[in-house]
């Protein structure tokens, strides 16, 4: 039996075309059948009174790192996805540092079938490079790419040498991610560094600009060679930024965190190692040169690279705090807060972190509010503003870098395949994401 047709009623819209109308959604089946002012209903109906709310598609966060399996003492497939469905991300893209890593066709499995029992929210995992993996990498499916930590890596993840990466680059024709932060001058930095290291805010100066611009420019290199696509995770430096602005080939794509847009090296005096990532967060100048590069088209979209780690862990003393932030439940009101401030248009953060992943990754139907598309929306409130607190998270990592920031576009209803799986502070458990596919 089909569940009944859901009819949001009365939102603010934003339109394929960036257009801005009042009108009413209906949902059929897990996809929009109709968007326009005027809509009848035939059927049994569930309705949603959206006046006032804005309604978005569901944000797709391409890069995350949800801990499942391994070290479900920071994060799981379940946790995640309850702190997705309340920031209003619908769908996600997981990272293979988990343990075992996801580095061939088993684990990929594995993680599909906890993902099918655990995730509230859709999913796609990214399967790892190892120096060893190439048939693995060539052959694993569904997936939305391969990853490459090109540097901040340990273990057999870890992969820095040029043989190996251009064997990779090589071979194939599926989307390469990297985590671009050169191994080799950020060893030497250590060594540069060893007996000043009392202070976390020394990370951005051992891995420094030039540390992400090194690997960058290497990932492009081989890029060019082979024309392959390629996608550069979390920019983080005015440098790559420039680098791009130079020459990016069609098939080439970047994008930046909220950390980067939003946080600076100022953070390590007032949250410590909690503002500890990688790539690290630098000065306020590459800040406004990644927010000049998303206007310009130079980076596509946004990713959180949610990392969460425990609180006990990050209070261990740099350089033993482990590097991350969480992500998923703050990227929207961030985003939409610097819209309502005139940073950049509502259209342009649907563009961000919606239309444009969808497109870069080759996921069919999604990022869009149009008849034919899936229904993952969110309904967001811009009217109100809000603190971000800690009682409130749901990761299971339970703090975030942007507590105490007043926010405004928190979802009010989040909306997976038709589903409303998140309803003004309360969350429906029992819906459960799909698998993505990316044709690309
Ligand atoms: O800060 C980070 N933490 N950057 C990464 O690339 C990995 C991540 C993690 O898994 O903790």
Known sequence: MSSPDLLIRGAQIILANGDLIVGNVLVRDRHIVEVGTEITCTQPTTEIDAEGLTLLPGVIDPQVHFREPGLEHKEDLFTATCACAKGGVTSFLEMPNTRPPTTNQQALDDKLQRAANKCLVNYGFFIGATKDNLPDLLTAAPTPGIKIFMGSMHGQLLLEQEEILEAIFAQGNRLIAVHAEDQQRINQRRQEFAGMIENVAVHSQIQ????????????????????????????????????????????????????????????????????????????????????????????DFIATDHAPHTLEEKAQPYPHSPSGMPGVETSLPLMLTAAMEGRCTLAQVVKWMSTAVAQAYGIPNKGVIAPGYDADLVLVDLRAYRRVCREELLTKCGWSPFEGWNLTGWPVYTIVGGQIVYEKGKLHTQVRGQALTFKQ
């Open 208 to 299: 420094d600009n030039l540390a992400a611009l090194l690997a960058t420019q290497k990932a492009l290199k081989l890029s060019q060679k082979y024309q392959r696509r390629l996608h550069i995770l979390h920019m983080s430096t005015a440098e790559e930024a420039q680098l791009l602005r130079q020459y990016k080939p069609t098939w080439v794509t970047a994008e930046v965190t909220p950390q980067h847009l939003f946080l600076d090296i100022s953070a390590y005096e007032k949250i410590g190692t909690l503002a500890q990532m990688n790539p690290p967060l630098r000065s306020p100048e590459d800040n406004k040169a990644l927010w000049q590069a998303l206007h310009d088209g130079i980076v």
